[in-house]
């Protein structure tokens, strides 16, 4: 009797289609899952600097990059804008993707601080966005589509 020795080319090829069918999905959501972490990381940066923004204004200074984030207006993620005034307490703190996947590069998150209301000791803080909701992080909304 023959005995068999390693695999049949449709062996081979079966294997091999099954591989590039998984790859043909997996692709494309990877992209997807790179583009919310790129996301999510810028909002994890600015939303580090809502705590010096908030002591700054407590300290009726106006905020800048300057006395918020030590100076450094550029990360690897973004690019980092920071806006405010003392009197209002109204400012926003402003993060353009950068190094990011298309869909998401210059794209922006905006933390923008109301001023505070009667008898409160901080302002409101809400978030926005430029990307679309299927990279927007949840708390922060896309501009759609």
């Not at 390693?6 to 990877?30: D, H, K, R, S």
């Not at 809502?50 to 207006?73: L, M, R």
């Not at 973004?78 to 993060?95: E, K, N, P, Q």
Request: hydrophobic share 40%.
């Amino acid at each position: 009797m023959n005995k068999q020795q390693g695999f049949t080319l449709i062996e081979l090829l079966i294997v091999v289609a099954i591989i590039g069918i998984l790859a043909t999905v997996a692709l494309p959501q990877y992209s997807k899952y790179q583009a919310r972490s790129k996301v999510t990381a810028g909002l994890a940066e600015i939303s580090a600097m809502k705590v010096p923004f908030e002591d700054t204004i407590n300290q009726g200074t106006a905020p800048d990059i300057t006395n918020v984030n030590g100076g450094t207006a550029a990360t690897s993620n973004c690019t980092l804008t920071v806006t405010g005034t003392a009197a209002t307490g109204a400012g926003t703190i402003t993060c353009t993707l950068v190094n990011a996947p298309g869909p998401v590069l210059g794209k922006t998150i905006t933390l923008t601080r109301s001023g505070a209301a009667t008898g409160a000791t901080s302002g409101v803080w809400t978030c926005a966005s430029t990307v679309n909701n299927e990279y927007a992080p949840r708390g922060c909304p896309g501009s759609g589509a």
